[in-house]
């Protein structure tokens, strides 16, 4: 009988996760084609329908201008459509001349500048708009335009909220499929946590891929493309950034930074462009997003998993830590709006620590392939496999050998990987020459106290988990695996403040240390161990840090904090503003405003 029961719930797990799949597919579908999905039921605006078609010149000194008058109506759904070819960057707008006030970025279509060429989408709602408006395309530069066709339709309003009340269900539809499935209440709060996570970084407006990310899709492009991280089908592009994060080798263009975070976009990217009907670009961008969305909400369960191992960790405190770690730390302000190579080593991080902290010798062993990921990702993670190695040799010398032998093997990989594409064993970008500086005492002070870059003066809870490594030093009875990542964060700490650039330029507080984020975050579960926990005063300090940390992240997402590093001059040109007290980075969302 018992076999029987068994059975029917293997059938019973089988059909959910068919169904779980099914739907998945069908929610990416619908998100993918839903241009279409609106097409099926708007109607052609008079006069709007191909009125410019062909070759448009391009001139340097005054922009290329078509329109056409038309009539529309306010607070409507519109979609432009438009199959274009060339390099420029193009714009599609709708603005009136007799109101200046409509003219709105968020009504335009805009192609940016770079080789481009198929269909191209873009919904909006038309607003406080008056009757007459022009229709126009329009750019600047001296290459051409080719249009093949260019229409504008009228969507309505009842088919935009249909599209999202189907998205809604069936996402919500496959989210219980998923959770009735699991059978821990951990691996279903992980999944809710991911879930969160991922719509919360979808939500996020702003470019995934800008700043010293900009260039991880277009390496992306290029392997998916042409199996290598030649650059040079960008060169216009490049041009146009003068050649940020570009070196040059032999007449080819490469990008200076990790290999790692292209990788990870490369399927992403591949499955968007060859699957969806939108262009390279868009795809890119899009793929970009999901990449930010996967690996935040990702990077957020991972770690739930992780602190609901330890003993005296319920199910309360387990999500308490990881929304202290989500949301109160760097790995928020830094890590849910763009691609870094920061947040793609995360979850090998993560994963390495997982691994660590399980009682099976092949898991453990694991680690090993989980740094050598890490460090394809961000150099500065290469610290987890040398030190892991000595924790392991120390307190699990069962496991050593195997983990040694794992990260061999995935070393093995990694150096064939180099040698195709760089040449060498090590890239450039990884190489140890890259560290000293004559301000490495500047450095660890800068990193830890100053106003503009200064952990505690972010973070100020992550005093507690300085309490709580040397609790894990000088308590045997503490967890060791407390003392391996106390040990990790302080070496890391240590080589980040070794760079000559160690402020990081254009950034947000210290971005150099968001890889040690889960280690601060898991310091704290010693610190409660401490005779220090049990007074009411210590606990209102510390709830009082945690809620100031949280609000200086809420600043590190705004448009001002990243300003702040432009004005009134360059941090790079005049790194001195790191000590600055009278001009805070976290107060200028008020003092910029």
């Not at 500047?442 to 973070?459: C, D, K, T």
């Not at 080589?495 to 210290?510: E, I, L, N, R």
Request: proline share 6%.
């Amino acid at each position: 009988m018992s076999d029987i029961k068994h059975g029917r719930i293997k059938i019973h797990s089988a059909v959910r996760i068919f169904f779980s799949v099914l739907l998945v597919v069908f929610l990416f579908f619908i998100v993918a084609e839903k241009n279409k999905f609106f097409l099926m039921f708007s109607t052609p605006v008079p006069n709007a329908q191909n009125f410019v078609t062909g070759v448009l010149p391009g001139d340097l000194k005054s922009p290329t201008i078509r329109q056409v008058e038309i009539k529309i109506k306010p607070r409507a759904y519109y979609l432009i459509q438009a199959h274009i070819s060339g390099a420029p960057e193009t714009h599609f707008d709708i603005m009136s001349y007799e109101i200046p006030g409509y003219d709105n970025p968020a009504q335009e279509l805009v192609i940016t500048r770079s080789p481009h060429g198929g269909n191209y989408f873009f919904l909006f709602n038309s607003g406080d708009a008056p009757e007459n408006v022009w229709f126009r395309v329009h750019f600047l530069d001296a290459q051409p335009v080719e249009l093949l066709y260019v229409n504008l339709t009228h969507t309505p309003v009842w088919a935009v909220y249909a599209w999202r009340i189907i998205v809604v269900i069936t996402a919500l539809g496959a989210c219980w499929l998923i959770l009735g499935g699991l059978s821990q209440k951990k691996f279903q709060t992980a999944f809710v946590i991911f879930m969160m996570g991922f719509g919360l970084a979808l939500s996020i407006k702003g470019h995934p891929l800008g700043s010293d990310n900009r260039n991880y899709a277009m390496v992306a492009r290029s392997l998916i493309s042409d199996g290598d991280i030649k650059l040079n089908e960008f060169e216009d592009r490049i041009r146009k950034d003068n050649f940020y994060g570009i070196t040059q080798d032999d007449g080819n263009l490469y990008n200076i930074f990790p290999l790692g975070p292209s990788l990870a976009l490369a399927p992403l990217y591949a499955a968007i462009h060859f699957s969806l009907t939108i262009n390279a670009d868009a795809a890119e961008n899009l793929a970009g997003k999901l990449a930010v969305a996967i690996f935040f909400g990702g990077t957020l369960s991972l770690f739930f998993l992780l602190v609901s191992r330890f003993e005296g960790v319920d199910l309360s405190r387990a999500l308490a830590l990881t929304l202290i770690f989500g949301f109160c730390s760097h790995q928020l302000s830094q890590h849910v709006a763009q691609f870094w190579s920061h947040n793609a080593a995360m979850p090998f991080i993560l994963a390495t620590f997982l691994a660590l902290t399980s009682s099976r010798q092949y898991t453990v062993s694991s680690a090993g392939i989980f740094c050598v990921g890490a460090y394809v990702m961000r150099p500065t993670a290469g610290l987890l496999a040398p030190l892991t190695g000595i924790w392991l040799w120390r307190y699990r010398k069962d496991c050593f050998w195997p983990f040694v032998g794992a990260g061999i093997a995935a070393g093995i990989l990694l150096v064939g990987m180099n040698l195709l594409f760089y040449g060498q064993v090590i890239p450039p970008y990884n190489q140890a020459s890259r560290l000293g500086s004559p301000t490495f005492f500047e450095a660890i002070a800068g990193n830890l106290i100053s106003p503009n870059r200064g952990l505690l003066v972010f973070m100020p809870w992550a005093v507690f988990s300085m309490i709580g490594a040397w609790w894990a030093f000088f308590h045997k009875e503490v967890d060791p695996f407390f003392r391996l990542i106390a040990v990790i964060a302080g070496a890391h700490f240590v080589v980040v403040s070794s760079f000559p650039h160690w402020w990081a330029g254009w950034s947000y507080g210290p971005r150099f240390l968001v890889e040690i984020m889960p280690e601060l975050t898991l310091l704290l579960i010693p610190f409660f161990q401490t005779p220090l926990w049990k007074s009411k005063a210590i606990k209102l300090i510390f709830a009082a840090t945690i809620i100031y940390a949280f609000a200086v992240q809420l600043s590190g997402l705004t448009a001002a904090a990243g300003v702040w590093n432009a004005l009134p001059v360059s941090i790079d040109e005049q790194p001195e503003r790191i000590w600055d007290w009278h001009d805070l980075q976290i107060l200028s969302p008020v003092t910029r405003s």
